[in-house]
Protein backbone atom coordinates (compact mmCIF):
# COMPACT_ATOMS: atom_id res chain seq x y z
CA UNK A 1 0.00 0.00 0.00
CA UNK A 2 2.45 2.68 0.49
CA UNK A 3 4.73 1.79 -2.69
CA UNK A 4 1.20 2.40 -4.79
CA UNK A 5 0.81 6.13 -2.08
CA UNK A 6 4.42 6.94 -3.62
CA UNK A 7 3.53 6.11 -6.72
CA UNK A 8 0.47 8.17 -6.93
CA UNK A 9 2.60 10.85 -4.99
CA UNK A 10 5.34 11.30 -7.30
CA UNK A 11 2.84 11.01 -10.54
CA UNK A 12 0.71 14.16 -9.85
CA UNK A 13 4.19 15.81 -8.88
CA UNK A 14 5.30 15.07 -12.40
CA UNK A 15 1.87 16.09 -13.31
CA UNK A 16 2.39 19.32 -11.86
CA UNK A 17 5.74 20.10 -12.99
CA UNK A 18 4.50 19.60 -16.93
CA UNK A 19 1.70 22.19 -15.87
CA UNK A 20 4.23 24.44 -14.00
CA UNK A 21 6.63 24.23 -17.31
CA UNK A 22 3.78 25.25 -19.54
CA UNK A 23 2.57 28.00 -17.60
CA UNK A 24 6.29 29.00 -17.70
CA UNK A 25 6.93 29.15 -20.80
CA UNK A 26 4.13 32.17 -21.83
CA UNK A 27 5.23 34.41 -19.13
CA UNK A 28 7.59 37.00 -19.60
CA UNK A 29 11.71 36.26 -18.10
CA UNK A 30 11.52 38.85 -15.61
CA UNK A 31 7.76 39.38 -15.04
CA UNK A 32 8.61 37.68 -11.46
CA UNK A 33 11.55 38.70 -10.28
CA UNK A 34 15.33 36.52 -10.70
CA UNK A 35 17.23 34.79 -7.74
CA UNK A 36 21.07 34.94 -8.62
CA UNK A 37 23.02 32.18 -6.92
CA UNK A 38 26.64 33.18 -5.79
CA UNK A 39 29.19 30.44 -5.52
CA UNK A 40 33.18 30.27 -5.88
CA UNK A 41 33.06 33.80 -7.74
CA UNK A 42 30.21 33.22 -10.35
CA UNK A 43 26.89 34.26 -10.24
CA UNK A 44 24.01 32.36 -11.22
CA UNK A 45 20.88 33.68 -11.98
CA UNK A 46 17.55 32.56 -13.09
CA UNK A 47 14.36 33.49 -12.94
CA UNK A 48 12.16 32.96 -10.07
CA UNK A 49 9.40 30.45 -11.30
CA UNK A 50 12.29 28.29 -12.96
CA UNK A 51 14.30 28.23 -9.59
CA UNK A 52 11.26 27.16 -7.84
CA UNK A 53 10.83 24.25 -9.94
CA UNK A 54 14.46 23.16 -9.92
CA UNK A 55 13.81 23.22 -6.02
CA UNK A 56 11.35 20.96 -6.16
CA UNK A 57 12.58 19.04 -8.32
CA UNK A 58 16.09 18.49 -6.07
CA UNK A 59 13.83 17.42 -3.29
CA UNK A 60 11.55 15.40 -5.46
CA UNK A 61 14.95 13.58 -6.18
CA UNK A 62 16.49 13.56 -2.73
CA UNK A 63 13.28 12.36 -1.47
CA UNK A 64 13.06 9.46 -3.82
CA UNK A 65 17.12 8.77 -3.30
CA UNK A 66 16.05 8.47 0.54
CA UNK A 67 13.35 5.90 -0.10
CA UNK A 68 15.76 3.95 -2.25
CA UNK A 69 18.59 3.90 0.54
CA UNK A 70 16.07 3.19 3.17
CA UNK A 71 14.03 0.29 1.39
CA UNK A 72 16.02 -2.82 2.71
CA UNK A 73 16.17 -1.30 6.37
CA UNK A 74 12.85 -1.12 6.03
CA UNK A 75 12.22 -4.42 4.25
CA UNK A 76 14.29 -5.83 6.90
CA UNK A 77 12.08 -4.07 9.74
CA UNK A 78 9.04 -5.42 7.96
CA UNK A 79 10.19 -8.78 8.17
CA UNK A 80 11.18 -8.95 12.00
CA UNK A 81 7.73 -7.47 12.68
CA UNK A 82 6.07 -10.13 11.09
CA UNK A 83 8.37 -12.85 12.93
CA UNK A 84 7.88 -11.15 15.92
CA UNK A 85 3.75 -11.24 15.64
CA UNK A 86 4.22 -15.29 14.00
CA UNK A 87 6.12 -16.17 16.87
CA UNK A 88 3.55 -14.01 19.28
CA UNK A 89 0.78 -16.21 18.04
CA UNK A 90 2.33 -19.04 17.99
CA UNK A 91 3.57 -18.97 21.80
CA UNK A 92 0.00 -17.32 22.83
CA UNK A 93 -1.44 -20.81 21.13
CA UNK A 94 1.05 -23.01 22.91
CA UNK A 95 0.19 -21.34 26.29
CA UNK A 96 -3.16 -21.81 25.65
CA UNK A 97 -2.46 -25.59 25.08
CA UNK A 98 -0.15 -25.80 27.94
CA UNK A 99 2.28 -26.37 25.96
CA UNK A 100 4.67 -24.68 28.16
CA UNK A 101 7.93 -25.39 26.54
CA UNK A 102 6.68 -24.44 23.30
CA UNK A 103 5.18 -21.54 24.41
CA UNK A 104 8.16 -19.81 26.48
CA UNK A 105 10.56 -20.24 23.50
CA UNK A 106 8.57 -18.68 21.05
CA UNK A 107 6.86 -15.78 23.90
CA UNK A 108 10.74 -14.63 24.69
CA UNK A 109 11.54 -14.44 20.75
CA UNK A 110 8.70 -12.95 20.03
CA UNK A 111 9.27 -10.00 22.85
CA UNK A 112 12.79 -8.73 20.97
CA UNK A 113 10.74 -7.04 18.84
CA UNK A 114 9.96 -3.59 20.41
CA UNK A 115 6.11 -3.59 19.82
CA UNK A 116 5.23 -7.06 20.53
CA UNK A 117 7.63 -7.50 23.88
CA UNK A 118 4.51 -5.58 25.86
CA UNK A 119 2.17 -8.76 24.76
CA UNK A 120 4.40 -11.46 24.69
CA UNK A 121 6.58 -10.84 28.30
CA UNK A 122 3.28 -11.36 30.35
CA UNK A 123 2.21 -14.96 29.30
CA UNK A 124 5.98 -15.58 29.11
CA UNK A 125 5.93 -14.80 32.97
CA UNK A 126 3.06 -17.14 33.88
CA UNK A 127 4.79 -20.21 31.41
CA UNK A 128 8.06 -19.48 33.92
CA UNK A 129 5.96 -19.68 36.89
CA UNK A 130 3.87 -22.72 35.52
CA UNK A 131 7.46 -24.53 34.86
CA UNK A 132 9.04 -23.53 38.68
CA UNK A 133 11.31 -21.36 36.56
CA UNK A 134 12.05 -18.57 39.39
CA UNK A 135 14.96 -16.83 38.27
CA UNK A 136 13.61 -17.22 34.45
CA UNK A 137 10.12 -15.31 35.65
CA UNK A 138 12.18 -12.78 37.80
CA UNK A 139 14.70 -11.78 34.53
CA UNK A 140 11.88 -11.67 32.60
CA UNK A 141 9.81 -9.37 35.12
CA UNK A 142 12.55 -6.97 34.86
CA UNK A 143 12.29 -6.71 31.05
CA UNK A 144 9.11 -6.23 31.10
CA UNK A 145 9.27 -3.11 34.12
CA UNK A 146 11.51 -1.41 32.11
CA UNK A 147 9.17 -1.85 28.90
CA UNK A 148 5.74 -1.32 30.43
CA UNK A 149 5.59 -0.62 33.91
CA UNK A 150 1.74 -0.77 33.99
CA UNK A 151 1.63 -4.02 32.34
CA UNK A 152 4.71 -5.15 34.66
CA UNK A 153 2.24 -3.81 37.89
CA UNK A 154 -0.46 -5.18 37.45
CA UNK A 155 1.08 -9.14 37.03
CA UNK A 156 2.74 -8.72 39.84
CA UNK A 157 0.02 -7.82 42.02
CA UNK A 158 -1.67 -10.74 39.85
CA UNK A 159 1.18 -13.10 41.26
CA UNK A 160 2.09 -11.59 44.63
CA UNK A 161 -1.95 -12.26 45.39
CA UNK A 162 -1.81 -15.68 44.21
CA UNK A 163 1.08 -16.40 46.82
CA UNK A 164 -1.63 -14.74 49.32
CA UNK A 165 0.70 -11.48 49.90
CA UNK A 166 -2.27 -8.77 49.64
CA UNK A 167 0.05 -6.05 51.30
CA UNK A 168 2.89 -6.61 48.56
CA UNK A 169 0.57 -6.77 45.69
CA UNK A 170 -1.13 -3.38 47.08
CA UNK A 171 2.68 -1.68 46.96
CA UNK A 172 3.13 -2.97 43.63
CA UNK A 173 -0.31 -1.37 42.36
CA UNK A 174 1.10 1.75 44.11
CA UNK A 175 3.80 2.24 42.54
CA UNK A 176 4.22 5.84 40.67
CA UNK A 177 5.10 4.75 37.38
CA UNK A 178 1.86 2.54 37.18
CA UNK A 179 -0.68 5.40 37.88
CA UNK A 180 -2.86 5.86 36.97
CA UNK A 181 -4.60 2.52 37.33
CA UNK A 182 -6.63 0.79 34.63
CA UNK A 183 -9.55 -1.07 35.50
CA UNK A 184 -7.72 -4.40 35.90
CA UNK A 185 -5.38 -2.40 38.36
CA UNK A 186 -8.52 -1.33 40.65
CA UNK A 187 -10.06 -4.60 40.61
CA UNK A 188 -6.44 -6.14 41.97
CA UNK A 189 -6.23 -3.23 44.23
CA UNK A 190 -9.87 -3.92 45.81
CA UNK A 191 -9.27 -7.50 45.97
CA UNK A 192 -6.18 -6.91 47.93
CA UNK A 193 -7.66 -4.68 50.23
CA UNK A 194 -10.63 -6.78 51.62
CA UNK A 195 -8.06 -9.57 52.34
CA UNK A 196 -5.85 -7.09 54.41
CA UNK A 197 -9.03 -6.19 56.40
CA UNK A 198 -9.94 -3.05 54.62
CA UNK A 199 -12.55 -3.88 53.05
CA UNK A 200 -14.38 -0.84 53.84
CA UNK A 201 -11.87 1.02 51.72
CA UNK A 202 -12.15 -1.22 49.19
CA UNK A 203 -15.93 -0.97 49.59
CA UNK A 204 -15.31 2.93 48.30
CA UNK A 205 -13.39 1.72 45.55
CA UNK A 206 -16.70 0.29 43.84
CA UNK A 207 -17.82 3.60 42.03
CA UNK A 208 -14.75 3.89 40.80
CA UNK A 209 -14.97 0.04 39.29
CA UNK A 210 -18.49 1.26 38.50
CA UNK A 211 -17.09 4.11 35.96
CA UNK A 212 -14.52 1.91 34.47
CA UNK A 213 -16.85 -0.79 33.51
CA UNK A 214 -14.31 -3.18 34.99
CA UNK A 215 -16.93 -5.94 35.57
CA UNK A 216 -19.71 -7.02 34.00
CA UNK A 217 -22.85 -5.71 36.29
CA UNK A 218 -23.74 -9.31 37.32
CA UNK A 219 -19.87 -9.58 38.64
CA UNK A 220 -19.87 -6.05 40.14
CA UNK A 221 -23.05 -6.36 41.90
CA UNK A 222 -21.70 -10.14 43.90
CA UNK A 223 -18.79 -8.16 44.15
CA UNK A 224 -20.60 -4.88 46.34
CA UNK A 225 -22.78 -7.90 48.58
CA UNK A 226 -19.86 -9.61 49.28
CA UNK A 227 -17.54 -6.41 50.16
CA UNK A 228 -20.38 -5.13 51.96
CA UNK A 229 -20.43 -8.23 54.22
CA UNK A 230 -16.51 -7.63 54.48
CA UNK A 231 -17.12 -4.48 56.00
CA UNK A 232 -19.72 -5.10 58.26
CA UNK A 233 -17.42 -8.32 59.83
CA UNK A 234 -14.08 -5.94 59.93
CA UNK A 235 -15.71 -3.11 61.84
CA UNK A 236 -13.80 -2.20 65.11
CA UNK A 237 -16.55 -0.91 67.26
CA UNK A 238 -20.30 -0.10 67.46
CA UNK A 239 -20.01 3.18 66.09
CA UNK A 240 -17.97 2.43 63.38
CA UNK A 241 -20.63 -0.70 62.59
CA UNK A 242 -23.04 1.48 62.52
CA UNK A 243 -21.70 3.84 60.09
CA UNK A 244 -20.53 1.49 57.55
CA UNK A 245 -24.92 -0.22 57.81
CA UNK A 246 -26.24 3.15 57.71
CA UNK A 247 -24.02 4.40 54.59
CA UNK A 248 -25.21 1.50 52.59
CA UNK A 249 -28.53 1.32 50.27
CA UNK A 250 -31.72 0.50 51.58
CA UNK A 251 -31.45 -2.42 49.06
CA UNK A 252 -28.12 -3.79 50.45
CA UNK A 253 -28.97 -3.90 53.83
CA UNK A 254 -32.32 -6.63 52.92
CA UNK A 255 -29.69 -9.01 51.26
CA UNK A 256 -29.24 -11.84 53.79
CA UNK A 257 -25.91 -12.42 53.20
CA UNK A 258 -25.41 -8.60 54.57
CA UNK A 259 -27.95 -8.87 57.60
CA UNK A 260 -26.16 -11.68 58.49
CA UNK A 261 -22.96 -10.12 58.72
CA UNK A 262 -24.22 -6.98 60.59
CA UNK A 263 -25.96 -9.46 63.16
CA UNK A 264 -22.83 -11.56 63.47
CA UNK A 265 -20.41 -8.47 64.34
CA UNK A 266 -23.07 -6.70 66.61
CA UNK A 267 -23.12 -9.87 68.58
CA UNK A 268 -19.66 -10.23 68.68
CA UNK A 269 -19.85 -6.51 70.16
CA UNK A 270 -22.39 -7.03 72.87
CA UNK A 271 -24.99 -5.19 70.41
CA UNK A 272 -27.44 -7.73 71.11
CA UNK A 273 -30.81 -5.49 70.51
CA UNK A 274 -29.30 -4.31 67.04
CA UNK A 275 -28.42 -7.85 66.19
CA UNK A 276 -32.04 -9.31 67.00
CA UNK A 277 -33.92 -6.26 65.35
CA UNK A 278 -31.80 -6.85 62.17
CA UNK A 279 -32.90 -10.40 61.71
CA UNK A 280 -36.52 -10.16 62.64
CA UNK A 281 -36.45 -6.79 60.17
CA UNK A 282 -35.20 -9.39 57.53
CA UNK A 283 -36.85 -11.99 57.79
CA UNK A 284 -40.43 -10.40 58.50
CA UNK A 285 -39.82 -9.11 55.02
CA UNK A 286 -38.40 -11.90 52.86
CA UNK A 287 -37.74 -15.49 54.53
CA UNK A 288 -34.45 -16.96 54.48
CA UNK A 289 -33.39 -20.57 55.92
CA UNK A 290 -29.90 -18.84 56.80
CA UNK A 291 -30.64 -16.12 58.49
CA UNK A 292 -33.24 -18.21 60.61
CA UNK A 293 -30.37 -20.36 61.42
CA UNK A 294 -28.61 -17.60 62.75
CA UNK A 295 -31.39 -16.25 64.54
CA UNK A 296 -31.09 -19.36 67.09
CA UNK A 297 -27.19 -19.57 66.70
CA UNK A 298 -26.17 -16.23 68.19
CA UNK A 299 -24.50 -16.40 71.41
CA UNK A 300 -27.43 -14.42 72.74
CA UNK A 301 -29.86 -14.50 75.79
CA UNK A 302 -33.46 -13.18 75.56
CA UNK A 303 -34.85 -16.65 74.69
CA UNK A 304 -38.01 -15.94 75.54
CA UNK A 305 -38.60 -12.75 72.72
CA UNK A 306 -36.65 -15.38 70.29
CA UNK A 307 -38.77 -18.01 70.70
CA UNK A 308 -41.99 -16.13 70.87
CA UNK A 309 -40.86 -14.40 67.39
CA UNK A 310 -39.81 -17.96 66.01
CA UNK A 311 -43.55 -19.16 66.98
CA UNK A 312 -44.81 -16.55 65.29
CA UNK A 313 -43.21 -17.68 62.00
CA UNK A 314 -43.40 -21.09 62.58
CA UNK A 315 -47.30 -20.61 61.69
CA UNK A 316 -46.68 -19.30 58.21
CA UNK A 317 -43.66 -21.57 57.68
CA UNK A 318 -44.44 -24.91 59.34
CA UNK A 319 -42.12 -26.68 56.99
CA UNK A 320 -39.08 -24.84 57.54
CA UNK A 321 -35.88 -26.95 58.39
CA UNK A 322 -34.21 -23.97 59.69
CA UNK A 323 -36.73 -22.39 61.76
CA UNK A 324 -37.67 -25.82 63.28
CA UNK A 325 -33.94 -26.50 64.41
CA UNK A 326 -34.02 -22.87 66.00
CA UNK A 327 -36.82 -23.49 67.54
CA UNK A 328 -35.15 -27.02 69.17
CA UNK A 329 -31.75 -24.72 69.89
CA UNK A 330 -34.05 -21.97 71.83
CA UNK A 331 -36.02 -24.47 73.76
CA UNK A 332 -32.52 -26.35 74.44
CA UNK A 333 -31.45 -23.44 75.90
CA UNK A 334 -34.47 -22.91 78.23
CA UNK A 335 -33.77 -26.49 79.86
CA UNK A 336 -36.90 -27.96 77.44
CA UNK A 337 -35.44 -30.80 76.12
CA UNK A 338 -38.36 -32.84 75.40
CA UNK A 339 -39.79 -30.15 73.28
CA UNK A 340 -36.59 -29.52 71.70
CA UNK A 341 -36.02 -33.44 70.92
CA UNK A 342 -39.69 -32.45 69.37
CA UNK A 343 -38.67 -29.90 66.75
CA UNK A 344 -35.36 -31.87 65.91
CA UNK A 345 -37.25 -34.87 64.99
CA UNK A 346 -39.67 -32.28 62.45
CA UNK A 347 -36.38 -30.53 60.97
CA UNK A 348 -34.56 -33.81 60.38
CA UNK A 349 -37.94 -35.28 58.79
CA UNK A 350 -38.56 -31.56 57.08
CA UNK A 351 -34.13 -31.85 55.44
CA UNK A 352 -32.90 -30.52 57.92
CA UNK A 353 -30.06 -32.59 57.89
CA UNK A 354 -26.08 -33.05 59.48
CA UNK A 355 -26.80 -30.06 61.97
CA UNK A 356 -30.22 -31.50 63.38
CA UNK A 357 -28.64 -34.69 63.85
CA UNK A 358 -25.44 -33.51 65.22
CA UNK A 359 -27.64 -31.09 68.39
CA UNK A 360 -29.82 -34.40 68.72
CA UNK A 361 -26.92 -35.90 69.33
CA UNK A 362 -25.63 -33.26 71.69
CA UNK A 363 -29.19 -33.74 74.03
CA UNK A 364 -29.29 -37.18 74.55
CA UNK A 365 -25.60 -36.89 75.26
CA UNK A 366 -26.47 -34.51 77.93
CA UNK A 367 -29.73 -36.69 78.93
CA UNK A 368 -27.35 -39.37 79.53
CA UNK A 369 -28.39 -41.34 76.57
CA UNK A 370 -25.04 -42.04 74.86
CA UNK A 371 -25.86 -45.09 72.40
CA UNK A 372 -28.42 -42.37 71.21
CA UNK A 373 -26.03 -40.24 70.76
CA UNK A 374 -23.66 -41.92 69.08
CA UNK A 375 -25.75 -42.96 66.52
CA UNK A 376 -26.88 -39.21 66.25
CA UNK A 377 -23.23 -38.64 65.58
CA UNK A 378 -22.93 -41.31 63.03
CA UNK A 379 -25.72 -40.33 61.13
CA UNK A 380 -24.63 -36.51 61.49
CA UNK A 381 -21.16 -37.48 59.55
CA UNK A 382 -22.57 -39.73 56.88
CA UNK A 383 -25.97 -37.17 55.59
CA UNK A 384 -23.50 -34.79 54.31
CA UNK A 385 -21.75 -37.29 52.58
CA UNK A 386 -25.09 -39.08 51.28
CA UNK A 387 -24.72 -42.35 53.43
CA UNK A 388 -26.85 -44.10 54.90
CA UNK A 389 -28.75 -42.81 58.23
CA UNK A 390 -30.05 -44.86 60.39
CA UNK A 391 -33.67 -44.62 62.91
CA UNK A 392 -33.39 -44.32 65.81
CA UNK A 393 -34.27 -48.18 67.07
CA UNK A 394 -36.42 -48.58 69.73
CA UNK A 395 -36.88 -44.89 70.19
CA UNK A 396 -39.67 -43.41 68.11
CA UNK A 397 -42.63 -45.64 66.70
CA UNK A 398 -44.03 -45.43 63.06
CA UNK A 399 -46.53 -43.41 63.99
CA UNK A 400 -44.50 -40.60 65.61
CA UNK A 401 -42.16 -40.91 62.38
CA UNK A 402 -45.31 -40.10 59.91
CA UNK A 403 -46.01 -37.22 62.12
CA UNK A 404 -42.47 -35.64 62.33
CA UNK A 405 -42.75 -35.77 57.85
CA UNK A 406 -46.26 -34.33 57.44
CA UNK A 407 -46.90 -30.76 56.90
CA UNK A 408 -50.06 -28.93 57.35
CA UNK A 409 -51.87 -29.21 54.02
CA UNK A 410 -54.40 -25.43 53.38
CA UNK A 411 -56.67 -26.26 50.72
CA UNK A 412 -59.05 -24.20 48.90
CA UNK A 413 -63.15 -24.43 48.76
CA UNK A 414 -62.95 -27.41 46.58
CA UNK A 415 -60.08 -29.29 48.62
CA UNK A 416 -57.17 -28.57 46.41
CA UNK A 417 -53.98 -27.40 48.32
CA UNK A 418 -52.97 -24.17 48.02
CA UNK A 419 -49.19 -23.54 46.72
CA UNK A 420 -47.01 -22.32 49.70
CA UNK A 421 -44.79 -18.78 48.35
Not at 196 to 203: D, L, N, S, T, V
Not at 231 to 256: I, M, T, V, Y
Amino acid sequence: MKPLRSLLILLVAVALGVVAAQWLSQQQRYDLGEVVVRAGGNDYIAPMPQAVLALIVLLLALWLLWILLSLPFRAWGRYRRQRGRARLIEGLRAYELGQWNKAGKALVAAAEDEEVAPVALPPAIRVADARGDTNGAQVLAQDLATRDPVAHALLQAERLLAAARPVDAINALDAPAAQPLPPRGLFLRTEALALIGRAGEAYGQLGALRQQQALAPDALAALELRLAALSLEQAGDANLLAERWEALPKALRAEPPVVGAYARRAAALHWDDAALRSLEQALDARWDEELVVLYGELPLEKYDSRRASAQRWLATHPASPGLLLTLARLARHQQQWTQAEEFLHRAIAQGAGAPAWEALGEGFAAAGEPALAAQCYRNALHAPRGGPVTELAGHRDLRAQIHDQAVAEDRDEHGVPRLRG
